[in-house]
């Protein structure tokens, strides 16, 4: 084999190797950045969840019947009122 063929096979091989080394170095940063971003979002619907149970009594709610005659009550524009509040975002919304 002639050295100068020699010399392109080990170029070719290191760099299909740092080439593949990149590739994989990329795919364990992106699944960790992932798992990352994954928990900070199941934490903050954890929150959220937490403060919708505090501000929604179980049994006010049960006095809603879901139908039209519900819209003239105070329990209903009580909760009306209070899930608009939660509507608004509270900041910058997950991913952007």
Do not use: H
């Amino acid at each position: 084999m002639s050295r100068g063929l020699s010399i392109l096979i080990r170029s070719r091989v290191s760099t299909t190797l740092t080439v593949t080394g990149m590739i994989l170095l990329g795919a364990l940063v992106g699944i960790w950045r992932a798992a990352a971003v994954r928990e900070r979002i199941l934490a903050e619907l954890l929150d959220n969840a937490r403060r919708c149970a505090i501000a929604f009594d179980p049994t006010e709610l049960q006095r809603l019947t879901g139908t039209a005659a519900d819209a003239g009550t105070v329990t209903y524009r009580s909760v009306k009122d209070r899930l608009t509040r939660f509507q608004a975002p509270a900041g910058p919304l997950p991913g952007r």
